[in-house]
Structures are given as C-alpha cells and as structure tokens.
C-alpha cells in the first residue's frame, strides 16, 4: 500500500459519543472498576466468549510476544495466558483502577503491566508477534490511529486482533449507542485495518449465547477482527496531530454533562442482555427472539 495522509473523522456530529473522550472514559472506568468482573462482564463478554474471540488470534506457541491492549481488569488477558507464557504478556491500560485488578489476579503476576495509550503505545517497533485489543477500541477517540499504532508495534508477519462492539440497526439501540461510544460498523473495522496497511483482515461474529444470534440491538463484544503486517517498520498510513492526548484543559461542567449523559447512555445497555435472556428464556427454542 502507497504512503498516504489522512485526517480522520473522530465523530460525526449527530453521533456525540459522550464516553469516547480520554478524560470521561478514565472517570468512567474509575467507578466502573469496581464491578467490572462480577457485573459488568458476565452481561457483555463471558468466558466462552473470550475463547471463540481469541481462537482467531493464533495464539499457538508459548512463546510468543503478546500484548493486550486495553486488557484493563485482565479478563481478557487470562484467556492469553492460557496459550501463551505469563511472562511474554503485556498488559496496558490508560486506567490504573482497572490495572489494579489485574495485578491481583494470581494467573497475571508474571505479567509486564504498564499505563499507557492505546494510540500512542510505549511499545517498540517490530516488538510484538501478537497484538490484542478487546473491549478498548470504543473509548479510543481515533480509531484509526490505534490501529496505525497495531500495525507498528508488530513484527513483519505477526497478527492483530482486536475484539469490539458492532453497530446497531434497531432505532432505540442506535440512539443510545451513538450517546454512549463508538459502535464501528464492520466495514470500518475493514476499512481502518486496510488504510494501516494490513492484510488478509478476517472478521469473526461472536456474541453471548442467550443473544441467538441477534445483533439488531448491536453488541458491547461482537466481533473479532484480525490481519497480518506484511512488511516490517512503521504503517505506510500518515495521520496529523492526535486529537485528543488527556492533557487538555475541559470546561468542568461541560465535561460533567458529557459524562453524565454518556453513563445514563450506557445503563440502556446494561438492560439489553438481561431482556435477551429473558426472551430466551420464554421464546421457544428455534424461533427468532
């Protein structure tokens, strides 16, 4: 792929988004860390889940360099250590609250956690042979430039696979959607992969079981997007400067609104699985929920 340069669109303006910012989504885990793995996960991103998500990563040596990259509690990163040595792991997360849950999972103790930003990784290029990313890509205020990071981060010949939310068709879920954080499209998984200069980008839909199948609603964890580096050094793909780095100065009530809209936005989601599983429940086996 030729060197290009490109400005991307961060959101478009009927799409607030109000959690994918830095700031709100950092006080957002702040609080959410403390029922993360009880509450929270079991709705979105079950254990089963995590091994069908992962199955297209190839994790199929222990001694693969694997980072997991907004592996925040370390749910997702105990499925990692299952085929991959502790100590070759890398776990970053923008949130220590979220980190400190990790470090005391005893699995994880061998682990290398460090705080950081997904679209500015404290990583060296050509380092990894694994990159993985699940449930982080929806905080990131640049898409693109995550992926771009992916991409350099990478040896020549090693996988991505990064495991997000899809977007939703049925209006309601939408709306609230678009207040809370990005839901990509899986074009624009594609699409993003593609500009960074991947190849051979596979997407694989997963979802909780209770769900059979629906995605109308759009889901917090419902795919697995993964590709290859074909060649070494940095992505042929040029970005300007980032657009948001946490630093910025934030008017204290327009972030206060910001945040609490987006958490109000987020609790329509917090309903969805257990309404699913109630129709599950009361839906006959084999017709549509």
């Known amino acids: 792929m030729d060197?290009?340069?490109?400005?991307?669109?961060?959101?478009?303006?009927?799409?607030?988004?109000?959690?994918?910012?830095?700031?709100?989504?950092?006080?957002?885990?702040?609080?959410?860390?403390?029922?993360?793995?009880?509450?929270?996960?079991?709705?979105?991103?079950?254990?089963?889940?995590?091994?069908?998500?992962?199955?297209?990563?190839?994790?199929?040596?222990?001694?693969l360099i694997v980072a997991d990259v907004g592996g925040g509690t370390g749910f997702n990163t105990l499925g990692i250590v299952k085929h991959v040595d502790a100590k070759n792991v890398t776990i970053l997360d923008q949130s220590p609250h979220q980190l400190a849950k990790a470090k005391k999972k005893e699995e994880l103790k061998e682990c290398t956690i460090l705080l950081g930003d997904a679209e500015e990784?404290?990583?060296?290029?050509?380092?990894?042979?694994?990159?993985?990313?699940?449930?982080?890509?929806?905080?990131?205020?640049?898409p693109q430039r995550g992926i771009k990071e992916a991409y350099r981060?990478?040896?020549?010949?090693?996988?991505?696979?990064?495991?997000?939310?899809?977007?939703?068709?049925?209006?309601?879920?939408?709306?609230?959607?678009?207040?809370?954080?990005?839901?990509?499209?899986?074009?624009?998984?594609?699409?993003?992969?593609?500009?960074?200069?991947?190849?051979?980008?596979?997407?694989?839909?997963?979802?909780?079981?209770w769900y059979r199948g629906v995605r109308r609603h759009g889901l917090v964890i419902g795919c697995s997007v993964t590709a290859i580096k074909p060649d070494s050094g940095d992505s042929p793909l040029q970005l300007g400067p980032k657009s948001e780095d946490g630093s910025e100065n934030v008017n204290p009530f327009v972030f206060l609104v910001r945040f609490l809209l987006g958490s109000i936005a987020s609790a329509y989601y917090l309903l969805v699985p257990f309404y699913l599983w109630i129709k599950n429940l009361i839906v006959p086996k084999g017709l549509p929920l």
Request: proline share 6%.
């Open 3 to 63: 060197s290009m340069a490109a400005a991307t669109k961060v959101r478009a303006a009927s799409q607030p988004r109000f959690i994918q910012h830095k700031k709100e989504a950092f006080w957002y885990y702040r609080f959410l860390s403390i029922i993360y793995d009880r509450v929270i996960d079991p709705g979105f991103w079950t254990a089963e889940m995590r091994e069908e998500a992962l199955e297209p990563a190839s994790l199929n040596s222990r001694d």
């Open 121 to 142: 990784l404290p990583l060296s290029t050509d380092s990894l042979d694994r990159y993985i990313s699940a449930g982080s890509i929806e905080y990131w205020p640049d």
């Open 153 to 209: 981060v990478l040896r020549k010949g090693g996988k991505a696979c990064i495991i997000g939310p899809v977007y939703p068709t049925y209006w309601l879920s939408r709306f609230f959607a678009d207040l809370w954080m990005l839901f990509p499209k899986e074009e624009e998984y594609i699409d993003w992969f593609t500009k960074a200069g991947f190849v051979d980008v596979q997407i694989k839909r997963i979802g909780p079981k």
